[in-house]
């Protein structure tokens, strides 16, 4: 469970879990005691989950010793959460949802080339070759950690970029970073500058409300959603297993998102089940499991960070990073507010864009989460961005780098 090989300690996957429990507890009550990181919404896994992974820098510094985990558990948590957004997601909110989607994927994708571009440009500018600018751009930004790992040996080999997954991760790293503390602030603007309110007061997609009362949760409702969710992974993992057969490869959890979707959809509601009750889409017990999930999945992602490794590329990787954070904050503010609506729909989306910019899935969805558990339930937000960073992100991505790369 726990081994020492050389001079790093290995954590096996149950207790990376336990840790990751334990890391999202340190998190609510770091967030309890520092009043700025609740009123900027700043997610619990992330306070946990960054003051876990300065404390394993510390003992890497003065013991040399590196802590690495396990992360199994972690991947399967990923898997849960996108299956539950998709059992809450109505066929009524995806068509609600056509025009808002099809106008946030249009405006990410304008941002994956601008993104590009402001990477390219800096890194020359730094005397660095082109390709070291585009790994810090949507390679391992929008295309995070699991881009990143992919497109670093093809680039490294190509153009001669030895350190290129050092630095790839090193910029997903700091951008996943820098995407957990960004989503939270510029709703909390947005929304305090125009006054903006859910317009219905509706349940939460994620998580319960922080006032008011808390549902009343029983152990066979719980039971109920953890086997509607079997039931669509099951589906899913058919469905990406017919994918992969197509040549199409996509990540576990895009299909069992789709999987929820086409089953709360397709599935008449008085259709008999052996539960006896009806199909839980928007349930408490579904908000539960995908708070419980999501939060710990972030928690463990980052708490498993190895800071140490960012030091000796810190210099370039921060000049590439900051004026990324500077056109993530422009796009989101001027662009993105106001194309979605400037309501409050569209500030819970720009929380979800400041994590698909510099960051990750998770993330976005996670600094909206943070968002709707204060101001109130936004599902509009929870349809779209996840189908534009889950999905649509990874198929630009996969076209977008080789056109740049070609240019060197």
Known sequence: ??????DSLQVGSFITFTIGILVLFIGKRVNEKVRFLREFSIPEPVSGGLFFSLLTGIVYYFFDISITFELQARDLLLVYFFTTIGINASLADLLKGGKPLIILLTATI???VLQDITGVTVARLLGEPGPVGLIGGTVSLIGGHGTAIAWAPKISEGYGIANAMEIG????????ILASLMGGPIAKFLIHRHNLKPVHAEPLDVGTAQSGTQPTITSFQFLDSILAIHVCIVLGLF???LLQQTGLELPLFVTCLFAGILITNLVPTSFPRLTGMPWPTRTPTMALIADISLGTFLAMSLMS???WTLVEMAGPIVAILS??????????????????GRNYDAAVVCAGFGGIALGSTPTAMANMSAVTTRYGASHLAFIIVPLVCAFFIDLVNAMLIPSFLKLF
Do not use: K, S
């Open 305 to 307: 960070m190895q800071l």
């Open 239 to 241: 469905l990406n297993e």
């Open 1 to 6: 469970m726990v081994q020492m090989v050389e």
């Open 110 to 112: 304008g941002f994956m």
């Open 169 to 176: 991760l090193a910029c997903a790293t700091f951008g996943l």
């Open 323 to 340: 004026a990324q954070l500077i056109l993530a904050l422009v796009i989101n503010l001027f662009v993105i507010f106001p194309l979605m």
